[in-house]
């Protein structure tokens, strides 16, 4: 009997130690804007007692009004990030949010699509439902449709198209 006791204590002594001190709403943070644009965007962050510091590493475009932020023990508080497209060309920018507390550091990916006022294509990516769940090393079937959008294309599919 002792001993189920003594095992319970360690095994909820060392869980403690496992939980994490940070967590976040989200794995990711992909956003779009056209070009020129901006938008804002809050992130849902749950912490630990103490302060946690954030920073943006590897991508313009992205910035914080707030970079560091006080936490109750299990608080809830949102942190802005704004994204702006001012100074960008049009593309797909990759960077992280960096998030440091006191004993642990997450990287949250930002994807940061800028979008061109023009559109010469798009498509439709359909998943037949049977594989909308899959398990790794498994096949997936897709069938992807890809639109013309510039007037350039052939009745037989797309052709050369003048994008000035």
Same mark, same amino acid.
């Given at each position: 009997? $002792? #001993?189920?006791? @003594?095992?319970?204590?360690?095994? !909820?002594?060392?869980?403690?130690?496992?939980?994490?001190?940070?967590? %976040?709403?989200? =794995?990711?943070? #992909? /956003?779009? %804007?056209?070009?020129?644009?901006?938008?804002? $965007?809050? !992130? &849902? +962050?749950?912490?630990?007692?103490?302060?946690?510091?954030?920073?943006?590493?590897? +991508?313009?475009? /992205?910035? =914080?009004?707030? $970079?560091?932020?006080?936490?109750?023990?299990?608080? #809830?508080?949102?942190?802005?990030?704004?994204?702006?497209?001012?100074?960008?060309?049009?593309?797909?920018? %990759? *960077?992280?949010? $960096?998030?440091? *507390? @006191?004993?642990?550091? @997450?990287?949250?990916?930002?994807?940061?699509? %800028?979008?061109?006022? &023009?559109?010469?294509?798009?498509?439709? !990516?359909? /998943?037949?439902?049977?594989?909308?769940?899959?398990?790794?090393?498994?096949? /997936?079937?897709?069938?992807?449709?890809?639109?013309?959008?510039? *007037?350039?294309?052939?009745?037989?599919? !797309?052709?050369?198209?003048?994008?000035?």
């Amino acid at each position: 009997m $002792r #001993k189920e006791y @003594l095992l319970i204590f360690v095994f !909820l002594f060392c869980f403690s130690f496992i939980s994490s001190e940070v967590s %976040v709403n989200s =794995l990711i943070l #992909k /956003v779009s %804007v056209e070009e020129g644009g901006f938008v804002s $965007r809050n !992130l &849902e +962050i749950t912490s630990e007692e103490g302060n946690l510091n954030f920073n943006i590493v590897g +991508i313009n475009g /992205v910035t =914080l009004p707030q $970079r560091e932020i006080y936490f109750n023990s299990g608080e #809830k508080k949102n942190l802005e990030l704004i994204f702006n497209s001012a100074n960008l060309d049009s593309g797909i920018y %990759v *960077g992280n949010l $960096r998030i440091e *507390g @006191l004993e642990e550091t @997450l990287n949250l990916p930002i994807i940061f699509e %800028v979008n061109s006022p &023009e559109l010469s294509f798009d498509y439709i !990516l359909d /998943v037949p439902p049977e594989y909308k769940q899959v398990s790794p090393g498994e096949s /997936v079937l897709t069938q992807i449709k890809i639109f013309d959008l510039s *007037g350039g294309g052939t009745a037989n599919g !797309l052709g050369l198209s003048n994008l000035n």
